[in-house]
């Protein structure tokens, strides 16, 4: 079997986690986790979300957050831009890298953003142009890639025609998000079929929610076909805001485990990553969401 010899992990505890959990944290605590998965290794950490915070209050401090973060680092600290106001507010941080972010399903796009997909890609096309034009990176995140909390399985061509459009308006790499968590490695494996039709791998990353504990697998199956870039969140931050108590993100500590009994590199401390889980996971008075922390406990 083939696999990437080097994996890039995006790590969105401090966002992707953080938005779900039922406890704010404060900006002290976010900084202090954001440097302790630093200096574990992770060189790229999504540190906030510059949206409304009327819609998600746990990201109202990203501001903050972003000027406490130490300025000459080789770590790439990224916000998620709903529109040209976060992107304004970020580059007013100094954030060098911004992720927009659409839907392959119409209800959940107007759930999430409040506005249809095309929309969405209208509004995304200035913002992408003018985070270029300040030299910022611009990824891509597309929810719902396989199934929808509202509409349930979602058609492959939807999240191809989306993540086309998101490379063509200067996305350097779209990553594929399955929200909800209910994909397999066999829908994985056909939305990927499709995508690498039109797309190659290194412009693509999977984004996979463990809802349904499939994460893993679906992960294996991903890196079998190419993709060496994997999100995912320390401690498995993050829950699921469509299925009470169910489980977050796939845990970083699991997929760090993974690779090390793959061979494959990817520049992580896994005692210092397995401190930080524990670190937020006392925060926020939970039980670590990775089964790799809790073994190591
Ligand atoms: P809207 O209400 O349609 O926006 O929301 P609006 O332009 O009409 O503005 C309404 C108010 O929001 C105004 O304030 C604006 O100033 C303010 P008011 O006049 O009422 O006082 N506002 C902002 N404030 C601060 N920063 C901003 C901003 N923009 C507007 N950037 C909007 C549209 C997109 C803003 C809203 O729907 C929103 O913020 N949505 C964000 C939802 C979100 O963050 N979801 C989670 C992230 S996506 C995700 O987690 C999935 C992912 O992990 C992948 C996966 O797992 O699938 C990435
Ligand atoms: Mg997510």
Redesign the pocket.
């Known amino acids: 079997m083939n696999y990437p010899k080097r994996v890039k992990i995006v790590e969105?505890g401090p966002r992707?986690g953080l938005?779900n959990e039922k406890t704010t944290v404060d900006i002290d605590t976010k900084v202090a986790l954001i440097n302790r998965l630093s200096e574990a290794g992770l060189s790229t950490i999504e540190a906030g979300?510059?949206?409304?915070?009327?819609?998600?209050p746990q990201?109202a401090g990203s501001d903050q957050v972003f000027s406490q973060l130490p300025k000459h680092t080789a770590t790439t600290y990224t916000a998620?831009?709903?529109?040209i106001?976060?992107l304004e507010?970020a580059i007013a941080c100094g954030v060098r890298e911004v992720a927009v972010?659409a839907a392959a399903s119409e209800s959940f796009s107007q759930k999430?953003?409040?506005?249809s997909i095309a929309e969405s890609i209208e509004r995304f096309k200035p913002l992408a142009e003018k985070a270029l034009a300040n030299d910022l990176r611009v990824r891509g995140?597309i929810?719902?890639v396989v199934g929808c909390p509202y509409e349930g399985t979602v058609d492959i061509e939807s999240a191809t025609a989306v993540a086309n459009q998101l490379l063509g308006m200067g996305c350097y790499e779209v990553s594929l998000?399955d929200?909800v968590g209910t994909g397999t490695p066999a829908t994985i494996e056909l939305l990927l079929n499709r995508l690498l039709v039109d797309i190659p791998a290194s412009k693509l990353a999977v984004?996979l929610?463990d809802t349904y504990g499939q994460a893993l697998a679906n992960v294996l199956r991903a890196l079998q076909m190419g993709i060496s870039v994997i999100d995912s969140s320390v401690a498995g931050l993050g829950g699921c805001p469509y299925a009470e108590g169910a489980s977050g993100n796939l845990a970083t500590e699991d997929l760090v485990y993974l690779l090390d009994g793959l061979g494959i590199d990817h520049g992580v401390d896994l005692t210092k990553l397995i401190a930080a889980g524990n670190f937020i996971s006392q925060k926020l008075n939970r039980i670590n969401g990775s089964k790799v922390g809790l073994a190591r406990q």
């Open positions: 969105v992707d938005q979300s510059f949206v409304s915070p009327k819609w998600v990201m998620l831009t709903p529109n106001q976060g507010r972010f999430n953003i409040n506005c995140y929810s719902c998000g929200t984004h929610h």
